[in-house]
T-cell receptor, first 116, second 112 residues
Framework: DTEVTQTPKHLVMGMTNKKSLKCEQH?????MYWYKQKAKKPPELMFV???????INESVPSRFSPECPNSSLLNLHLHALQPEDSALYLC???????????????FGPGTRLTVL | GEDVEQSLFLSVREGDSSVINCTYT??????LYWYKQEPGAGLQLLTY?????DMKQDQRLTVLLNKKDKHLSLRIADTQTGDSAIYFC????????????FGPGTSLSVIP
């Protein structure tokens, strides 16, 4: 299995809803990432998990709550979102280099989120 | 500072070569990447080059790196309509987690 999968593909939610985005990879990658991408813009990093532990939070509002239950799964829990949070949410994963650092990131197809 | 720049648009005729250019500012880059994004899809890793290399070729793709000028280019030979997409240049900077900085993306349009 050489891909990153994300579900759902599309999600529409109200500002009072609670929903979750899921990401899965079976490539043995020990680093996983959440990005947010607005239309016509590059991806913006939100969170980095390394060996199932949160290592980077790029000052993301607490209405976004990541979770890494095991080495293959990454979730993003959403609560009380705002319309400006509507975007494509991308998950990525990468291997760790033996010399330190991380290799190239492989991206999933994304979840298109619309907040009403 | 950390900044990656690209021209926003490029239009070429089918069968011609496309050259997408990128400049970056951080001299501590370790790897440089090219990603392709088709409408409504995620990012597909096309190729990458280590910062101590000058050139890398992979089928129709040729990457050139001028480290002195901090300039990266992607050449697509025999461009096809299926190559129409947004192409992101990205650099990996050695931090605690190899932070990846993306450029704004170049929208490539291929005219049949």
């Amino acid at each position: 299995d050489t891909e990153v999968t994300q579900t759902p593909k599309h999600l529409v939610m109200g500002m009072t809803n609670k929903k979750s985005l899921k990401c899965e990879q079976h490539m043995g990658h020990r680093a996983m990432y959440w990005y947010k991408q607005k239309a016509k813009k590059p991806p913006e990093l939100m969170f980095v998990y390394s060996y199932e532990k949160l290592s980077i939070n790029e000052s993301v509002p607490s209405r976004f709550s990541p979770e890494c239950p095991n080495s293959s799964l990454l979730n993003l829990h959403l609560h009380a979102l705002q319309p400006e949070d509507s975007a494509l949410y991308l998950c990525a994963s990468s291997t760790k280099r033996t010399s330190g650092g991380y290799n190239e990131q492989f991206f999933g197809p994304g979840t298109r989120l619309t907040v009403l | 500072g950390e900044d990656v720049e690209q021209s926003l648009f490029l239009s070429v005729r089918e069968g011609d070569s496309s050259v997408i250019n990128c400049t970056y500012t951080d001299s501590s880059s370790t790897y440089l990447y090219w990603y392709k994004q088709e409408p409504g899809a995620g990012l597909q890793l096309l190729t990458y080059i280590f910062s101590n290399m000058d050139m890398k070729q992979d089928q129709r793709l040729t990457v050139l790196l001028n480290k002195k000028d901090k300039h990266l280019s992607l050449r697509i030979a025999d461009t096809q309509t299926g190559d129409s997409a947004i192409y992101f240049c990205a650099e990996s900077i050695r931090t605690s987690y190899d932070k990846v900085i993306f450029g704004p993306g170049t929208s490539l349009s291929v005219i049949p």
